[in-house]
């Protein structure tokens, strides 16, 4: 799987909007671009995925270069329980069903 | 559906005992993984299965064995725990049938493993 690469932590206003980037310049055809969070003490949770396209869901919008080399997951409207440690994460079908967990980036939303 | 879930919540270990982390999910998922996560790091897994009695080392399988007799249930053992494995554990599983959403893990609420 491919590396990624994450700003190990970075701050955001309540209200605001939380653009965080991921670098995976070594990403393949076939991989995908995974975001989980882990909020303290708690399993990771799964956010967005995506191939090629931007993405969005109820949780958060995923923006992919159109040369696939990085890409930026958004938190349109940042909430103190967004306070997590956001993971991106590359993988393709070789990897059978596995995931590689990084150090992620830091997320402090401050009132 | 309860998810996963998963037992002790903690435990304390003396260098050299053994015990077995129990991991269960109710979603009839086929794939099934464990994970430890230290101190300020990402995870790193540790043993995963494809469906009962299929099971394959992670990145870190030193010092712990596996077992997947039923689809439910993925019990994680330590033989002979030492300090290094001091950890938070947590077990995941996928399903690869659902195409909207390919290998997204949900996960347990994670045991917290001290050996001493």
Not at chain 1, 20 to 37: F, K, Q
Not at chain 2, 25 to 52: C, E, F, T
Request: charged share 20%; glycine share 8%.
């Amino acid at each position: 799987d491919a590396k990624t690469t994450q700003p190990p932590s970075m701050d955001c206003a309540e209200g605001r909007a939380a653009n965080l980037p991921c670098n995976h310049s070594t990403i393949s055809g076939n991989e995908y671009v995974y975001w989980y969070r882990q909020i303290h003490s708690q399993g990771p949770q799964y956010i967005i995925h995506g191939l090629k396209n931007n993405e969005t869901n109820e949780m958060a919008s995923l923006i992919i270069t159109e040369d696939r080399k990085s890409s930026t997951l958004i938190l349109p409207h940042a909430t103190l329980r967004d306070t997590a440690v956001y993971y991106c994460i590359v993988r393709g079908q070789a990897a059978g069903n596995k995931l590689t967990f990084g150090g992620g980036t830091r997320v402090l939303v401050k009132p | 559906n309860a998810g996963v879930t998963q037992t002790p919540k903690f435990r304390i270990l003396k260098i050299g005992q053994s015990m077995t982390l129990q991991c269960t999910q109710d979603m009839n998922h086929n794939y099934m993984y464990w994970y430890r996560q230290d101190p300020g790091m990402g995870l790193k897994l540790i043993y995963y299965s494809v469906g009962a009695g299929i099971t394959d080392k992670g990145e870190v399988p030193n010092g712990y064995n596996v077992s997947r007799s039923t689809t439910e249930d993925f019990p994680l053992r330590l033989e002979l725990a030492a300090p290094s494995q001091t950890s938070v554990y947590f077990c995941a599983s996928s399903y690869l049938g659902r195409p909207d959403r390919p290998y997204e893990q949900y996960f347990g609420p994670g045991t917290r493993l001290t050996v001493t």
